[in-house]
């Protein structure tokens, strides 16, 4: 399923998780005293590195309960054994042109892994890594970090969230108040703080890192008060919170919608759609993987919370914070690929003639009209603006990777870049990503190879199937890419500065409210001072100004009722 490349949104196409390892000896194992009592992590056949794995950072609510927040971690008087269990949270089953190693797959999936370099050093930098997918696939361990790590000197946590509706079915009722992914989230940064200092780490020295819908939830965690003081310096790798996948619109309605599909009716009952998603079957909570929606939402993502008593991870939209500057100020790396669109050029066949058709049906979820004629008439605008007064085809498939790229990615992230620096932020580092060399597939009728999606993490990461000495494999242009990809990244992680005064790369200022200066990531790093995708940016500036859908949060059940009468 050649799909797989291009809609897993969390980077890590062709990869396979940690292969079986021979039995460990005994000095292989390296016992910490840890909060939750002793843990044993063994080294890394690799690298010079502990791993332990399969830590619980929390404990999922499971049967009825299952969509409400995170529980407490268990703790322990025998030392656990730290070893890798491949656990994932429940998601849809796709099958894959690469052969990965088999998962277990359970409700109770809540487990962080924490890589220690072999250093009797303390209070290390500490990255906390969040995966992608979506926000309805993935796992912690589908990307490997340890070439950014590798100097002894960092702290690596990656970590399951819940994903789909276990994660993101959002009721707004006490039992199923919405966010739980969210909180998944912020469980484990507060299980950083209070644990990674038994592992070497400095819970005051956190970076928070994410790439897709992990760039998209560090964007959110910055911005919630619940996460708040809780991580120093993020970086989010092609995804922001302003994106049309990022937040649900309607999650009430999406829920209702998504229940009919699934030949529930009593949809306007509130309690009875929340029980019917309360005892639904785990194979049709993970039917969907919703991947192949054209309004570029994977439909259960994080919302905007009501009030029902406990934690809420965001109660106002994301654009309301920023506008307010309602949130704490921290230094950030942001940027996205130069053809993010090409997340969708393998769906280019069929959708080229639905987007002939009805134009209209591909305008992301974020936009709303009074009438269907004005929402027609700004669909002719956009495809005008993109493809001219010719059909989708093959000669602008182009222009149908910059619209996706736009929309899905570009557009949100330069709009979040100016509200940041309109509410004070004066430490956002923009940067595009255009590294391409002769392994790059070509795009498809063309002779042009771009930047898909998060090339960037791919190119800092290092795969789980590859190992340091094979990555000598890749052209010298790439090696040295990858290279300087990682101290830009390490310099951030750690400084807060993705270029330190003396460095032989171009010196890197902060962005302004207009999205420049930005570095350009590619052949060559160049410091670019003329704002990013400007003609792109002001023409969806305009569009956004005057057809945006806020999120709404799901009404109590009072307010529904009212509504109805």
């Not at 840890?34 to 499971?62: C, E, H, M, S, W």
């Not at 906390?128 to 796992?139: D, P, R, T």
């Not at 619940?226 to 937040?247: K, Q, Y």
């Not at 750690?494 to 590619?522: I, N, Q």
Request: with cysteine; glycine share 6%; proline share 7%.
């Amino acid at each position: 399923m050649k799909l797989w490349t291009c809609v897993l949104v969390l980077c890590a196409a062709a990869v396979c998780v940690t292969c079986e390892q021979q039995p460990p000896s005994d000095e292989d194992w390296l016992e910490l005293d840890t909060p939750q009592g002793p843990v044993r992590g063994r080294k890394d056949p690799d690298t010079d590195l502990y791993v332990f794995y399969n830590i619980p950072y929390a404990t999922t609510p499971v049967k009825k309960d299952k969509y409400k927040p995170p529980l407490p971690a268990p703790v322990w008087k025998t030392p656990f054994n730290a070893v890798d269990k491949r656990v994932t949270c429940p998601q849809a089953t796709i099958s894959f042109p690469v052969e990965f190693e088999p998962t277990v797959t359970q409700e109770d999936c809540l487990i962080a892994n924490v890589y220690v370099p072999d250093t009797r050093k303390k209070n290390l930098t500490v990255i906390v890594y969040v995966h992608g997918g979506a926000f309805v696939m993935g796992s912690g361990e589908l990307i490997k970090f340890t070439n950014l790590i590798n100097n002894k000197d960092i702290v690596l946590v990656t970590f399951n969230y819940r994903l789909g509706i276990h994660g993101f079915l959002c009721l707004g009722t006490e039992d199923v108040p919405g966010n739980a992914g969210m909180k998944d989230q912020v469980a484990l940064l507060r299980w950083v703080r209070d644990n990674i200092a038994s592992y070497g780490g400095n819970p005051n020295d956190v970076a928070l890192v994410g790439s897709s819908a992990g760039s998209a939830s560090v964007d959110l965690l910055m911005i919630s008060k619940s996460a708040e003081g809780l991580f120093h310096r993020v970086v989010p790798e092609s995804g922001g919170n302003l994106a049309a996948f990022s937040i649900q619109r309607d999650p009430l309605e999406i829920a209702k919608s998504h229940a009919k599909t699934l030949k529930f009716t009593n949809v306007d009952d509130i309690y009875a759609l929340e029980e019917f998603y309360k005892t639904a079957s785990w194979e049709s909570l993970t039917a969907d993987a919703f991947f192949t929606r054209p309004d570029s939402t994977f439909l259960f993502s994080p919302c905007v919370e009501r009030d029902t008593g406990t934690e809420a991870f965001l109660t106002e939209s994301p654009l309301s914070i920023l506008q307010k500057g309602a949130y704490k100020k921290l230094p950030v790396l942001y940027g996205f690929a130069n053809m993010e669109g090409l997340l969708r050029v393998q769906l280019f066949e069929d959708w080229k003639h639905k987007m002939n058709k009805k134009f209209s049906d591909f305008l992301p979820a974020d936009l709303t009209f009074k009438t269907e004629e004005e929402k027609e008439e700004v669909a002719d605008k956009v495809k005008k603006f993109f493809f001219g007064d010719k059909p989708v085809g093959d000669d602008n498939i182009l222009s149908y990777i910059d619209y996706f790229s736009d929309v899905i990615f570009a557009f949100p992230m330069l709009w979040a870049v100016k509200l940041h620096v309109e509410a004070g932020n004066n430490e956002i580092y923009l940067y595009e990503y255009s590294f391409v060399d002769e392994n790059i597939p070509l795009v498809p009728h063309t002779n042009i190879r771009g930047a898909d999606h998060c090339a960037q993490t791919m190119a800092i990461a290092n795969r789980a199937n590859i190992t340091h000495a094979d990555e000598t494999l890749a052209s010298p242009e790439y090696q040295n890419m990858k290279i300087t990809m990682r101290q830009i990244w390490i310099n951030f992680i750690k400084t807060g500065k993705p270029v330190p005064e003396g460095s032989s790369l171009p010196a890197w200022p902060a962005a302004g409210a207009d999205r420049a200066p930005y570095m350009s990531l590619g052949q060559k790093v160049e410091l670019r001072h003329e704002p990013l995708l400007e003609t792109r940016y002001r023409f969806w500036e305009d569009i956004y100004q005057k057809y945006y859908l806020e999120p709404i949060p799901p009404p109590t059940p009072e307010e529904r009722q009212h509504q109805e009468l």
